[in-house]
């Protein structure tokens, strides 16, 4: 008999809980966010129009710190738009859609990489970041949770802001920050996601995926693992094909036809299974894997549509 992993999945209900569980670690642990001193950008590079952008530290007790961008709105209030990295951990701003008349975040969580560079020694044995290993190895207790948990304390602290529309959240991110906006959207579900866009998203589908390109990572860590059902039931609370039971708001996802790292018919699996709701599936001919040139006007379009 074939063993089916889908078996193995959390429930709708274990997802609910585990959103639940990481709401609760970001409310009652101890957090601070500071802009830091100092232009975002080395002095050689210097342009007027970016001396708003400021480099924010966010500081937890259980994971330490972790960096990031605030690019407030100067038509305030305005709605918030949060990015997340790919699995590089990379940071980045957003001026353009700055400039539409949103506030923008970027949060690179886990502190993997701050303002001058990686972060080395927070390397694993393979020179990868863990976040992913970490949650199955900790059966969801850590990892990806810490990842969530840092960005809905980021979220909440901007929400705050006197240039954001509180509980008005959309999100965005290409490969694991796909994946990321994805799960941040579910999370946020009932918090003011208006729409989400994911550009060739990580963590879709690890079944399907079945080990090959970026999800030899999912392989690796559930073999270190002495039971598979509980390995495969971890992995499967940060899979985004878990979160469709709460994906009620409109959905951007795009696929690189030649995406040998996130294979393209896992973005169409989710694509899918998504249900009854405002939805968009863009597959990019010859498009390898990556931060693709099309997604952002497909992006901002769909931002000015839902945001």
Known sequence: MVMNLFDFYPTSEEINDWIDGICELADNSKFSMNILDGFAFDVNIRASNFDHIKKIKGTTDYSGDFYGYWQPCYSAPAPLIVHVPGYGAEMSIHPSINAMGYNVMHISPLGYVNHNGAVEEKRDELGDWPVLSDTISSEGKEGYKYWLANCVSSIKWAMQQPSVI?????????????GGALLLASIFRDMGTRCVCADEPFLTNLVLANGRG????????????????????????????????????????????????????????????????????????????????????LCEAWFRLYA
């Open 214 to 297: 970026a999800y030899n990572k999912v392989s690796r860590a559930v073999s270190k693992c002495k039971n598979e059902r509980i390995a495969w039931h971890s992995a499967g609370l940060f899979d985004t094909i878990s979160h469709v039971h709460r994906m009620t708001f409109p959905v951007l996802l795009t696929a690189g036809a030649a995406d040998t790292v996130c294979p393209p018919e896992t973005v169409k699996s989710l694509y899918d299974k998504l249900g009854d709701i405002t939805k968009a599936f863009v597959m990019l001919k010859d498009e390898s894997h990556g931060y693709t040139s099309q997604f952002m006007p």
């Open 166 to 178: 509180p509980n008005r959240v959309s999100f965005f991110g290409t490969s694991q920050g796909g």
